[in-house]
């Protein structure tokens, strides 16, 4: 879940931000708890954020004076706060640079901007997850995998193989015993036998899907909704869709 902070003394405007950024994110199905700060010194607390709002006049503490704390938590000047200006104040976009936001939108803009750098924002918070690896048990040694090495998980006679970029691994296992884990890192279920990583998945057909590696798999007939579904998904939540 993101936590995503608003501020700005138009509290009208931050409500109806509120709102556009609760909705663009619900449709993208990822959960979302927005704070809002009609007064900017309320938000000089310890709290973290991964994505602030900031509006740049305000009274007493403005948005640049906001960004400027929030940089100079680490030696570099970047934290791992994302920062998206909204102003009316055009003339400032250059002087905001400093602060390395996200976005500069005008709140006239707002409507056509937000919905783009929300996605950007998260996209690169994807980025930044750490990378998972699965560990599993190859002739008695223990054996750690980057989970997105991994095109597919099968079951072969006795063994559970691990179809990697480099390498394959065999490991006497259940796919149940991984299923559980590998669901919730985008795979998901070709066949009674087969589990398929969505991150190296090219393309989907009516009946098969094809791999980055240019390999085919075949997809079972009571599967195929449910794949389609969740690559549609995964590739909402990780590129970028231009509509006209």
């Known amino acids: 879940m993101y936590q995503i902070a608003i501020c700005d003394d138009d509290s009208a405007f931050a409500s109806h931000l509120k709102d556009?950024?609760?909705?663009?994110?619900?449709?993208?199905g990822i959960p979302v708890n927005i704070s809002v700060f009609t007064d900017?010194?309320?938000l000089t607390s310890s709290q973290h954020y991964d994505l602030l709002f900031l509006d740049i006049r305000m009274p007493d503490i403005n948005g640049l004076e906001i960004a400027n704390k929030i940089r100079q938590t680490d030696d570099t000047g970047i934290s791992?706060?994302?920062?998206?200006f909204v102003s009316s104040l055009s003339d400032a976009v250059f002087e905001s640079f400093r602060y390395s936001p996200l976005r500069f939108i005008r709140k006239e803009m707002l409507d056509n901007e937000l919905e783009e750098a929300l996605m950007t924002f998260h996209h690169l918070s994807l980025k930044k997850q750490k990378e998972y690896q699965?560990?599993?048990?190859e002739k008695g040694t223990s054996v750690f995998i980057p989970v997105n090495s991994v095109y597919y998980v099968e079951i072969r006679g006795h063994y559970l193989q691990f179809v990697c970029k480099n390498n394959t691994y065999r490991t006497r296992s259940s796919l149940s015993g991984y299923e559980p884990i590998l669901l919730k890192q985008n795979f998901v279920r070709i066949h009674q036998g087969c589990l398929v990583n969505l991150q190296n998945v090219e393309m989907i057909g009516v009946d098969y899907i094809i791999l980055t590696d240019a390999s085919r798999l075949n997809v079972a007939r009571s599967c195929r909704t449910a794949v389609k579904n969740a690559y549609m998904k995964w590739e909402r939540e990780h590129t970028h869709v231009l509509t006209v």
């Open 20 to 28: 556009k950024i609760t909705s663009i994110l619900n449709q993208m």
């Open 40 to 42: 900017s010194k309320l």
């Open 80 to 84: 791992s706060t994302s920062i998206i």
């Open 134 to 137: 699965i560990e599993l048990t």
